[in-house]
Nanobody
Framework: QVQLVESGGGLVQAGGSLRLSCAAS????????VGWFRQAPGKEREFVST????????YYTDSVKGRFTISRDNAKNTVYLQMNSLKPEDTAVYYC????????????????????WGQGTQVTVSS
């Protein structure tokens, strides 16, 4: 069956870095657009970043541009989210999501566009 498993979350001080991983199984990984979303307590889940099947096209929400980098390794069926210069407002549960498409991920910057979701990993940034 389809499975997305996130890892790499944790507690970090403001200004620090974390790298999240999203490992996929049960899907043809190279056909997937993969996105990262996050949900802070009391808030709705929001888009963070997305990457095309080839890795050649990426998008970010404005608040993380210049600090976060999404990438993928299709040989390892894994997408990464490198998070630098972390801020307390980045604290949230981070989810990866996937959808099988060759379309540009520009069209996949909202929750309802994705078919598969991971269980989430907690990121806590202390001030």
């Amino acid at each position: 069956q389809v499975q997305l498993v996130e890892s790499g979350g944790g507690l970090v001080q403001a200004g620090g870095s974390l790298r999240l991983s999203c490992a996929a199984s049960g899907l043809t990984f190279s056909r997937l657009v993969v996105g990262w979303f996050r949900q802070a307590p009391g808030k709705e889940r929001e888009f963070v970043s997305t990457i095309s099947w080839s890795g050649g096209s990426t998008y970010y929400t404005d608040s993380v541009k210049g600090r976060f980098t999404i990438s993928r390794d299709n040989a390892k069926n894994t997408v990464y989210l490198q998070m630098n210069s972390l801020k307390p407002e980045d604290t949230a549960v981070y989810y990866c999501a996937a959808v099988s498409t060759y379309r540009d991920p520009y069209y996949y910057r909202s929750n309802e566009k994705y078919d598969y979701w991971g269980q989430g990993t907690q990121v806590t940034v202390s001030s």
